[in-house]
């Protein structure tokens, strides 16, 4: 196991909301075409129908669709929100895990109270924040679709072209959102890496901090050149081309920020004593580096998990339920959705790792599988 490991397990983890949010605008426009198209029919039907009368049917139906959308992305803001924490907890302790293997000390791992986690998890400015940002996708969303619904009520345009409009809806909402969530995921693991590591770096140990991509076909040529390359003494990355620096992937400020982070799925790595787990070959290493890579197998990660589960896992997982009523009763309820209780780290491990070699993937059309 290594930090490239850990970033494809939230990778896949991304994957899980990305196809939820796939699903959610699919059966979304679906139903609002199965609603038009009732209502062609009904027009069609009944050439007397009266111009007022087409106006509140359509009037009704718009009214439906807000509520339906207000629903649709409060749920997608919960389930990143519970993904960003997953994806927390999963760095933090496979970070740990593998830090200490380097490092050779025993790990005091301190989870810090998921009030102190959200403020830690929340961006920097407000109207950058997640619900802030969804809330515009939303009203953009109702906006064109609206649009489209109204101008198709007018008969010079025809149904099939209106149809066509509100999947093209479809499509950049989806591609729109599932680029924040992924975003916003891929933060909370960049902050865990940084969070973890501190811990590490503060006891002199020779930690230097890396860039690891993907390594795939996805990632941009400018972050294919950051791969592997390490922090400066300040514990910072640069990127030219957008003229931004910060400590981790996602976490890159300056000018081009928001080029710079969105729709980047890279994270950081350690590489100690120039051991770097993420490019150890197993063919020609040196004695030391088979020690640390024996000592880092999933089947060790596995162990260690069993050992410290009393400590890590029930603590958190009960912290993570219970905390989820921050916002509302109802907030709890809805996270029950997700099965908090049930999920283990030890659990998640396995499954993230069994994904991993079945090659779980993103297809072209914004969908998940494998
Ligand atoms: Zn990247």
Not at 296 to 312: A, G, M, P, R, V
Not at 318 to 346: P, T
Request: charged content about 30%; proline content about 2%.
């Amino acid at each position: 196991m290594n930090f490239s490991d850990i970033s494809r397990q939230i990778d896949m983890l991304i994957g899980m909301v990305e196809h939820e949010i796939y699903n959610t605008f699919q059966y979304r426009i679906n139903e609002i075409i199965s609603m038009y198209d009732s209502l062609v029919s009904d027009y069609a039907q009944d050439g007397e129908l009266e111009n007022l009368n087409k106006y509140n049917r359509l009037n009704k139906m718009i009214k439906q669709l807000e509520q339906d959308l207000t629903q649709d992305y409060s749920a997608i803001a919960k389930l990143t929100q519970y993904a960003q924490m997953m994806a927390f907890i999963h760095t933090t302790v496979g970070s740990a895990f593998l830090l200490s293997a380097l490092v050779g000390v025993l790990p005091v791992i301190s989870f810090p109270l998921l009030s102190k986690l959200r403020i830690d998890l929340s961006q920097e400015i407000e109207e950058n924040e997640l619900t802030s940002v969804l809330g515009r996708h939303r009203s953009d969303m109702l906006r064109e679709i609206k649009i489209a619904l109204r101008s198709s009520t007018n008969d010079e345009v025809n149904p099939t072209d209106t149809k066509r409009k509100l999947k093209r809806i479809r499509d950049k909402y989806t591609y729109n959102v599932q680029r924040l969530s992924s975003y916003e995921i891929g933060r909370a693991e960049s902050t865990a890496g940084v969070d973890i590591a501190d811990r590490f770096e503060d006891k002199g140990s020779k930690l230097e901090r890396i860039w690891i991509s993907q390594r795939d076909e996805r990632v941009r040529s400018t972050h294919v050149v950051l791969d592997s390359q390490k922090a400066d003494s300040k514990g910072l990355f640069y990127s030219k081309p957008t003229k931004t620096r910060g400590p981790a992937p996602r976490k890159m400020k300056g000018i081009g920020m928001l080029q710079e982070n969105m729709g980047c799925r890279c994270s950081v790595g350690y590489r100690v004593n120039g051991i770097e787990l993420d490019y150890m070959e197993t063919d020609n290493m040196s004695p030391e580096q088979r020690e640390i890579y024996e000592k880092t197998s999933f089947d060790k990660y596995q162990e260690w998990l069993k050992e410290h589960q009393e400590n890590i896992s029930p603590a958190y997982y009960k912290q993570l339920s219970k905390g989820m009523a921050w916002d509302s009763v109802q907030a709890a309820q809805d996270y029950d959705l997700f099965k908090v209780l049930d999920n283990d780290l030890f659990g998640d491990a396995k499954k993230f790792q069994q994904m991993l070699k079945r090659g779980f993937h993103k297809k072209k059309d914004g969908s998940w599988g494998y």
